[in-house]
C-alpha cells in the first residue's frame, strides 16, 4: 500500500523554515538549502513542492499574511466581541499582541519588507490595508461612532486606514521589544477614542 503524503503539511514545514531563517538572518540569507537543513529535508525535497526561491518566498509571505488575518479573527472569536465597538478593539489589538507567534509572523513581515524595496510582488502582499479591509473597518467606525451616540465626521475609511497603520506600527515595536505591549495597548486605545 502506498505511504499517503500529507502535502500541505510538507509545505508548511518549509515555510516554517523559511520564517525562522528570515527572522534569525534577514530574508537575503534565506536559500533552497538552509531551508532543507532548517526543515530537515533533503534539497530534492524543497525543489519538488517549490521550483524556485522566489515561488517559497511568495508563499511564505502568502502564508505569514493568512496567519496574521487567522490572529485577528480568533482575537474577535475569544474577546466575544459583538458590539461594532469591541470588535474594532479587538482587530487592531491582535496585531500588538505579545504571543510567540504574532511576534514570530510581525518580525517575518519585517524581514521581508528589505525585500520589498526591489521587488515588486514583495510589496503587493505586504502592501497595507487592502480595500475590503478598510470598507470593514469603516463600517465598524461609523457603527461605534452611531452606538456611542455621536454624528458622522470625515472619511471612515481615511480613520480605518490610519487605525491599521497605528497597529501595525506598534506591532513592530512591540515585536521588536521597544514597546511593551501594554504601553502599545494604552496607544491605540486613546487613538480609538480619538475617533469614535
Known amino acids: 500500500m502506498p ?8 509545505r508548511r514545514r518549509l515555510v516554517e523554515a523559511v520564517w525562522a531563517l528570515a527572522v534569525r538572518g534577514g530574508i537575503e540569507q534565506v536559500t533552497l538549502r538552509k531551508v532543507a537543513d532548517e526543515a ?8 519538488h513542492y517549490y521550483s524556485s526561491m522566489q515561488a517559497l518566498i511568495r ?16 482575537a474577535v472569536g475569544a474577546a466575544g466581541a459583538t458590539s461594532p465597538e469591541a470588535v474594532l478593539r479587538a482587530c487592531l ?4 499582541s505579545p504571543d510567540e507567534e504574532s511576534t514570530r509572523l510581525m518580525r517575518f513581515s519585517l524581514a521581508a519588507a528589505g525585500r520589498a524595496v526591489s521587488d515588486p510582488t514583495t510589496a503587493s ?4 490595508g487592502d480595500d475590503e479591509l478598510l470598507s470593514f473597518t ?3 467606525i461609523a457603527a461605534a461612532r452611531q452606538e456611542r451616540g455621536g454624528e458622522p465626521r470625515g472619511d471612515d475609511r481615511i480613520d480605518a486606514d490610519i487605525c491599521w497603520s497605528l497597529a501595525t506600527s506598534l506591532g513592530v515595536d512591540v515585536a521588536l521589544g521597544y514597546r511593551s505591549p501594554e504601553a502599545a495597548a494604552r496607544v491605540l486605545d486613546h487613538h480609538i477614542d480619538q475617533i469614535l
Open 59 to 74: 508563499d511564505a509571505l502568502d502564508r505569514a499574511v493568512r496567519a496574521v488575518n487567522t490572529n485577528i479573527e480568533n
Open 125 to 128: 502582499v505586504l502592501a497595507p
Open 40 to 47: 530537515g529535508v533533503s534539497m530534492g525535497h524543497v525543489q
Open 138 to 140: 469603516a463600517g465598524l
Open 93 to 96: 489589538h491582535a496585531l500588538i
Open 3 to 10: 505511504k499517503i503524503v500529507d502535502q500541505e503539511e510538507r
